[in-house]
């Protein structure tokens, strides 16, 4: 059974920067692609970031309202994902939650939360203004 565990979540002010760890474990896949989520309360879960890992790969993929601020990365070693978050906004204060499948997802495909087999339990991030 995968297992994903979320940690780095935290309080931060406006402009301030956290990084979000996702680490795996479980089956070993030929190809993983590790997600990123979020939701806010009273909305609905958003993709936030996405990377495809193993067998070469690293396409990556961003939600708009992040780009430029967030980067996703992977530790092959630590089977962890890292979600490096700067500049960050009183409108990313979210649930964030890891996600994982053993699928070589295409970019097009690495933002709908349903392509995901297994999902974390959420790091709670919050940014005050």
């Known amino acids: 059974q995968v297992q994903l565990v979320e940690s780095g979540g935290g309080l931060v002010q406006a402009g301030g920067s956290l990084r979000l760890s996702c680490e795996f474990s479980?089956?070993?896949?030929?190809?993983?692609?590790m997600g990123w989520f979020r939701q806010a309360p009273g909305k609905e879960r958003e993709f936030v970031s996405a990377i495809l890992w193993g067998g070469g790969g690293g396409s990556t993929a961003y939600a708009d309202s992040v780009k430029g601020r967030f980067t996703i990365s992977v530790d092959n070693a630590k089977n962890t994902v890292y979600l490096q978050m700067n500049n960050l906004k009183s409108e990313d204060t979210a649930v964030y939650y890891c996600a994982a499948t053993g699928a070589s997802l295409i970019v097009s495909e690495m933002a709908r939360g349903s392509n995901y087999d297994y999902w974390g339990q959420g790091t709670q991030v919050t940014v005050s203004s």
């Open positions: 479980g089956p070993t896949f030929s190809y993983y692609t």
